[in-house]
């Protein structure tokens, strides 16, 4: 059958019989996938597109209640980071009569078929993207026919997504500098992925502060780490171990930075006399830890809110640009940084 000349009634028959099984086959390859075999989905996801069964939104006119429900895709939902975010997004989309169903990257492989599954059938109206990149892999032709997106956190100029953000860089530089203006000269950096924008905009300020004030970059002091709180300490010992060690550190994430504390402490170090720690993010543990943590604040309830408000307006067929809309971060000093000793 030509997809070209199908009709809109077409029914899940249809794409029974172009398939070859049963409309039972039919209904777990579309809405349980993991229940079939890679074959038979195959021949599912084929027949799906050759009848137009997905394109005209039958599977939308079956769903539980007709509920009209939105999909955010999280990077790793174990990271708290996310959490006032989500918070964000739910209770916007709540005000607007819209359920939110939680999609975790760090799980792909596992769920990259019931993503795209959710979406060729037309259950999710929009989707909030929390990261940089989708959870599955699609081409550019497949991308315009998924439904509307936004990123929250993230900024990806090459995915043309409408965006909510911090200016990382900037927000990386004031940390930075925070730490030479109390008089440290030797500032290590714990890194979040290469692959991510963010952590190569926070490196960038992390570089620039230390060129504004004439420090060279010692790339022993730059550590990659993953944004865990095992990665923090097992960076922390990494840079103890250097012939010159550290006397102040800033970290990408408030995890690592724990983990570096935590590290810290084991070695025999005092947190801030022997060592200051700057994170990133504000998660609600950082205010509760002994000593608590300077770091970066983002406002991440209204990174949620702002994202669900732009993927409003596009469902609501207003004009939405592609672009950034930039929220402000602001230093949270607390008890983790202290001036530095003269030795």
């Given at each position: 059958m030509d997809p070209k000349q199908t009709s809109s009634a077409a029914t899940m028959k249809d794409v029974a019989e172009h398939a070859g099984v049963s409309t039972a086959t039919v209904s777990r390859a579309l809405m349980n996938p993991e229940k079939v075999s890679a074959a038979t989905r195959q021949k599912?996801?084929?027949?799906?597109?050759?009848?137009?069964?997905?394109?005209?939104?039958?599977?939308?006119?079956?769903?539980?209640?007709?509920?009209?429900?939105?999909?955010?895709?999280?990077?790793d939902i174990c990271d708290p980071f996310f959490s006032e975010i989500i918070r964000g997004v739910e209770v916007t989309a709540a005000q607007q009569g819209y359920l939110v169903l939680i999609g975790d990257c760090a799980h792909q492989n596992q769920h990259e078929k019931t993503f795209l599954h959710l979406m060729r059938t037309q259950q999710i109206d929009g989707m909030v993207l929390l990261g940089s990149q989708l959870p599955f892999d699609t081409d550019a032709e497949a991308l315009r026919n998924l439904p509307p997106m936004v990123m929250g956190n993230e900024f990806a100029p090459e995915m043309s997504l409408p965006t909510v953000h911090i200016d990382n860089l900037t927000a990386a530089f004031e940390a930075v500098n925070h730490l030479l203006q109390l008089g440290h000269r030797r500032i290590a950096c714990i890194t979040g992925p290469d692959a991510m924008p963010l952590s190569q905009y926070r490196l960038q300020g992390y570089i620039q502060a230390l060129h504004r004030s004439n420090i060279a970059i010692d790339p022993a002091y730059i550590v990659p780490g993953d944004f865990t709180f095992e990665a923090g300490a097992r960076a922390l010992k990494q840079l103890m171990s250097l012939p010159q060690p550290p006397e102040a550190i800033f970290c990408h994430s408030d995890l690592m930075a724990l983990g570096a504390?935590?590290?810290?402490?084991?070695?025999?170090?005092?947190?801030?006399?022997?060592?200051?720690?700057?994170?990133?993010?504000?998660?609600?543990?950082?205010?509760?830890?002994?000593?608590?943590?300077?770091?970066?604040?983002?406002?991440?309830?209204?990174?949620?809110?702002?994202?669900?408000?732009?993927?409003?307006?596009?469902?609501?067929?207003?004009?939405?640009?592609?672009?950034?809309?930039?929220?402000?971060?602001?230093?949270?000093?607390?008890?983790?940084?202290?001036?530095?000793?003269?030795?």
């Open positions: 599912v996801e084929q027949a799906v597109y050759a009848t137009g069964y997905t394109s005209h939104g039958i599977a939308r006119n079956t769903r539980r209640n007709d509920a009209q429900t939105i999909l955010v895709i999280v990077p504390m935590t590290q810290a402490r084991k070695l025999g170090m005092r947190i801030p006399q022997d060592l200051s720690v700057v994170g990133f993010d504000d998660i609600e543990l950082a205010r509760y830890y002994e000593p608590p943590l300077t770091t970066v604040a983002q406002p991440r309830f209204a990174i949620g809110r702002e994202a669900m408000l732009l993927l409003l307006d596009e469902l609501q067929g207003k004009r939405v640009n592609n672009g950034s809309r930039l929220l402000d971060a602001e230093l949270q000093v607390r008890g983790s940084t202290a001036p530095a000793i003269k030795r």
